[in-house]
């Protein structure tokens, strides 16, 4: 038996040199880099001819990682980021066009894998928006006769923080709304600078109905509040480690550079016009939007239906965002808004703004350019919730109500300052809404209403035009704080369009707001006048036990959902929820079939069924009799 002397110390470092020789010359031509603008990587482990385990700097999180990898054309490689939590990275062949990795190739969180078609790869937690890239665009913005770039100040590496003003400079400051949005105090959330983006394009498109908002509203529009952090690649500080964001209650000697500069500019603004509306723009990680909701605890009553009314505008109809998606929180002196509230109370509307980086709550895969619809939509609910009404775009709230209509402000889903009710049991007279005399067009009419469980499921709205009746029924037992849509008008003459609710009606009826937006020339057909584009028939039977048929005639594709509902509006089943072409379709409802529905036995009652399909919807009543 051969017994080996133990190696000395010197002989295992000759020896883990050589393996490290041995394996770096396996495998020299892939290299790992980050030097370039919002570059983040700090070391490369190899583990083995594909496996690579990367670190990034980290300042609070290691979240944001941003590097280029060369050498590795037709090589199949994998990369973890172990300090990351990156779901589906992105990357790109010439730093510019940034693809999201597939589904197979995020095997993991942290991780990606690909046989990569180009020699070089920049590969990133989602797609960079640079210093460099934001001068381009602001040298694009500036060229509109709208816009103007001014420098606040500067942080501690002598980089500035700009403001974009966006108004119409034939008006007076002194007679407009004031608003202020400002983006990217976290480094790494750069979704909300592509939704910043497609919010400054809304803002200086060339149409009526924009002109008219920037008649009326000064945009302050702050891009990047952290430029350091940006330029350096942080995650979610500046470059000396500080969070902008929770800074704002500081004694002034810990007050950083970046939020003096913002405070003093607000404080400006507000000494000649309070401002209306702040809008934070950030990212989060969790796969949805979100509005941060304040309490009324730690805020108003007032202000808390502010900033629901606010939100609610936002997520109405948006394919992207819903209501269940909010955040509630009390309002905090460490950040803008309790800055903002401390300072001027509930003036001025002030929410944080999340996107997400990979999905949405409605598993939508999150893009730049359904970020930039977003930045749009954005747009137009500041100006909705400034109640500004253009004649393409008009806004009717309840100013003119009938004084034996009931005003009320209870709840939080209604539109403006209050809303009214009536017993639908009684004769009284309609809420009458009226426009003043438009163009002739294509007009799509909708309605806003608080939701109750008292309400009427068959509230009736007629709607006139060029004389021309259309009477649509709605349950507002459901559906509150958002745009519901009521019907299409077409007036093939100038005149003015009337709405009228409070028919009578099998419970409360709300009358609360409209919204009439003009969408192209108007439709000389027959049914120019219908509703919707299909028709809801009563279940059959009706009563029933257990097993009653619900049926419905599309006469377009759409894509449908069906819905039942108790009479408190509570959902109890989906039965149908895709695509379906134009035709007669129908299901059966079995109230005996728990596979069907959400709770486990349905006592008898009355319930609803709600058929939306595309924009329209429409909800009738049945009854269970065991």
Request: glycine share 6%; charged share 15%.
């Amino acid at each position: 038996m051969k017994i080996e002397k133990p190696r000395s110390s010197f002989q295992v470092k000759i020896i883990f040199v050589l393996v490290l020789l041995i394996t770096a010359s396996s495998y020299p031509q892939i290299t790992f880099d980050a030097n370039f603008e919002s570059g983040n990587l700090k070391s490369v482990t190899i583990l083995d001819s594909i496996n690579y385990l990367v670190t990034t700097n980290e300042d609070i999180g290691g979240r944001w990682f941003y590097f280029r990898i060369s050498g590795v054309q037709n090589k199949f490689i994998k990369v973890t980021v172990s300090n990351s939590d990156v779901k589906r990275a992105v990357y790109s062949y010439d730093n510019k066009n940034f693809t999201r990795f597939s589904a197979a190739e995020s095997p993991a969180t942290k991780t990606f894998q690909k046989t990569y078609e180009q020699d070089t790869v920049y590969v990133a937690y989602y797609t960079p928006y640079t210093l460099s890239f934001l001068r381009e665009r602001i040298k694009q913005w500036s060229a509109s006769p709208y816009a103007k770039v001014d420098t606040l100040g500067y942080t501690l590496r002598n980089l500035p923080i700009h403001e974009l003003t966006i108004t119409d400079p034939a008006i007076p400051d002194s007679l407009k709304y004031h608003v202020w949005v400002h983006a990217r105090t976290h480094p790494s959330e750069t979704p909300s600078s592509w939704q910043f983006d497609g919010f400054i394009e809304s803002i200086l498109a060339e149409n009526e109905v924009i002109q008219f908002y920037r008649e009326h509203i000064v945009f302050h529009c702050i891009p990047f509040t952290n430029p350091d952090g940006v330029s350096y690649g942080r995650s979610r500080t500046n470059y000396d480690g500080v969070d902008v964001e929770s800074n704002w209650n500081k004694s002034d000697a810990t007050t950083t550079a970046e939020v003096k500069i913002l405070k003093a500019r607000m404080s400006e603004i507000n000494s000649k016009k309070v401002l209306s509306i702040f809008q934070n723009l950030h990212s989060q990680a969790s796969p949805s939007c979100t509005f941060w909701v304040h309490t009324a605890s730690s805020t108003s009553e007032y202000y808390y239906h502010s900033e629901n009314l606010f939100s609610n505008l936002n997520t109405s109809g948006n394919p992207y965002f819903t209501q269940a998606d909010y955040s509630y929180s009390n309002l905090s002196s460490t950040f803008p808004e309790g800055w903002l509230w401390n300072n001027w109370g509930d003036k001025v509307v002030a929410l944080t703004y999340e996107t997400p980086y990979d999905y949405y709550s409605t598993g939508k895969e999150v893009t730049n350019e359904n970020l930039s619809y977003l930045g749009e939509r954005f747009m137009y609910s500041i100006s909705e919730y400034l109640q500004l009404s253009h004649p393409k775009w008009i806004i009717l709230d309840n100013k003119n109500i009938a004084s034996f209509w009931t005003p009320s402000t209870t709840g939080t889903e209604f539109f403006g300052d209050n809303y009214f009710t009536t017993n639908g049991s009684s004769q009284i007279d309609p809420a009458v809404f009226q426009t003043v005399i438009i163009q002739p067009g294509k007009y799509d009419v909708y309605a806003w209403w608080q939701s109750d469980a008292a309400n009427a499921y068959d509230t009736k709205f007629v709607i006139e035009g060029n004389g021309k009746l259309t009477s649509v029924e709605k349950s507002q037992k459901v559906d509150g704080g958002e745009w519901n849509y009521l019907s299409t008008v077409n007036l093939f003459n100038s005149g003015a369009v009337k709405i009228s609710v409070g028919e009578v009606a099998n419970g409360q009826v709300v009358a609360d707001a409209f919204r009439i937006i003009y969408t192209g020339n108007p439709v000389h057909v027959a049914d120019a006048y219908s509703p919707s584009g299909f028709q809801l028939y009563q279940n059959y039977p009706n009563p029933f036990n257990p097993i009653t048929v619900i049926s419905w005639r599309l006469t377009v594709s759409s894509n449908v959902t069906l819905k039942v509902y108790d009479v408190l509006g509570n959902e109890i089943a989906t039965l149908v929820n895709e695509e379906q072409q134009a035709g007669n379709h129908s299901v059966s409802f079995d109230a005996a079939n728990n596979n069907q529905r959400t709770t486990n036995s349905l006592p008898s009652g009355v319930y609803y069924y709600k058929l939306q399909a595309g924009k329209f919807s429409q909800t009738k009543g049945m009854i269970y009799l065991k």
